[in-house]
């Protein structure tokens, strides 16, 4: 079935350091992949999207890449802060027979001051 | 405006007990999601509904777990006969209609469920 897995699932960095966040997926239909944030008990926020027909997208600290033929997309985060520390997902999904998102197991960020 | 919002927001209940746990979803958005997501674990998708297609329940872990979504609005989560291991937040988030290939989700707090 679909997968998608994401590493690593614990980084630590000093503040003002970058952090990047790697995920490759099975289903070659995906064509949606979006980033969420969650901090403690509440529930996940979209931080950053791509679509399939874009290779990289940026926002202010935050950058996504993705190799569509690799199936793999990352997620850049620069000039760390605290409050930038939390859980982090990758997710993807498609259109073909609904819109099933399947998320990565989430990687927990910590920005030590 | 509202966000999505989820009821109870903690729920403990004895093992063999069924549960009921409520979303409501932003007003407008035709997509709803559910997930379940253990401690310290990602999240697993449990079942998505669109407008008044056929929910797509591919998710759903047994036959205990069953949904329900009222006049493409409000949703609520069955969970039959409780086991400890449905132990877990659940989920839930809503969209509006991906038509042109995927938009964000915009989840709930979660309902904390403890199955003693």
């Known amino acids: 079935g679909e997968n998608v897995e994401q590493h690593p699932s614990t980084l630590s960095v000093q503040e003002g350091d970058s952090a990047v966040i790697k995920c490759t997926y099975s289903?070659?239909?995906?064509?949606?992949f979006p980033w969420y944030k969650q901090e403690l008990g509440k529930g996940p926020q979209l931080i950053i999207d791509?679509?399939?027909?874009?290779g990289e997208k940026k926002d202010q600290r935050i950058a996504v890449t993705l190799n569509k033929t690799a199936k793999h997309f990352s997620l850049h985060i620069t000039e760390t802060q605290p409050e930038d520390s939390a859980v982090y997902f990758c997710a993807a999904s498609s259109n073909t027979g609904g819109f099933k998102t399947i998320f990565g197991a989430g990687t927990r960020l910590f920005v030590k001051a | 405006g509202a966000g999505v919002s989820q009821s109870p927001s903690n729920k403990v209940t004895e093992k063999g007990k069924d549960v009921e746990l409520r979303c409501d979803p932003i007003s407008g958005h035709t997509a709803l999601y559910w997930y379940r997501q253990s401690l310290g674990q990602g999240l697993e998708f449990l079942i998505y509904f669109q407008g008044n297609s056929a929910p797509d329940k591919s998710g759903l872990p047994s036959d205990r777990f069953s949904a329900e979504r009222t006049g493409g609005s409000v949703s609520t989560l069955t969970i039959q006969r409780t086991q400890q291991e449905d132990s877990a937040v659940y989920l839930c988030a809503s969209s509006l209609k991906t038509s042109g290939g995927g938009l964000e989700q915009f989840f709930g707090p979660g309902t904390r469920l403890t199955v003693l």
């Open positions: 289903d070659s239909a995906s064509n949606y």
């Open positions: 791509i679509r399939s027909n874009v």
